[in-house]
T-cell receptor
């Protein structure tokens, strides 16, 4: 079974703190994604990585950065957490052939519920 | 603009009943459409995926249909169970792009 694991299920941080959300996948997937999910808005793409050290901005990258030093690990960084970054964060991964051929699944982690106070 | 719209926003049904969830999209070019089930506080889990040439696909009690001409998809749940209570998310991807366009989901509640 494909496994995408996020380091924390729940996280509470203070405004201004630097926050690291970690995601690890065990299926040698090339692509990894970070989304945030808010009620009524669905999932919105923050950043995408298609290879080690490669990244592309998604739809809402402001206030976030990412790091992909190893193929299996994709980190989301909130440089200075703010209350409007309180959300559910979801990591996903897929094979690159998924993108080229448009088939296959993106597998999701269990999510991290981040609250910034 | 690429969009995915789902209806209804929420639905309550009695255990054992059938229901149908709708997904309309304007994503172009179209590559494939996925339905995900998301339990509260969990990540989405794939139910089905359909490409342009497929118009029906089943996964147990879940049957998805796709009409690529009208750009509509439906997810039919047969003989609902309490464990079907979840959000169901329709996701469309366009060919050659990494972007998945997500609907906002239908929240289904199955009552005993």
């Amino acid at each position: 079974d494909v496994k995408v694991t996020q380091s924390s299920r729940y996280l509470v941080k203070r405004t201004g703190e630097k926050v690291f959300l970690e995601c690890v996948q065990d299926m040698d997937h090339e692509n990894m994604f970070w989304y945030r999910q808010d009620p009524g808005l669905g999932l919105r793409l923050i950043y995408f990585s298609y290879d080690v050290k490669m990244k592309e901005k998604g739809d809402i990258p402001e206030g976030y950065s990412v790091s992909r030093e190893k193929k299996e690990r994709f980190s989301l960084i909130l440089e200075s957490a703010s209350t409007n970054q309180t959300s559910m964060y979801l990591c996903a991964s897929s094979f690159s052939t998924t993108i080229r051929t448009g088939t296959g699944y993106a597998f999701f982690g269990q999510g991290t519920r981040l609250t910034v106070v | 603009k690429n969009q995915v719209e789902q209806s209804p926003q929420s639905l309550i049904i009695l255990e054992g009943k059938n229901c149908t969830l709708q997904c309309n999209y304007t994503v172009s070019p179209f590559s494939n459409l996925r339905w995900y089930k998301q339990d509260t506080g969990r990540g989405p889990v794939s139910l089905t995926i359909m490409t342009f040439s497929e118009n029906t696909k089943s996964n147990g009690r879940y049957t998805a249909t796709l009409d690529a001409d009208t750009k509509q998809s439906s997810l039919h749940i047969t003989a609902s169970q309490l464990s079907d209570s979840a959000s169901y998310i329709c996701v469309v991807s366009g060919g050659g792009t990494y972007k998945y366009i997500f609907g906002t989901g239908t929240r289904l509640k199955v009552l005993a």
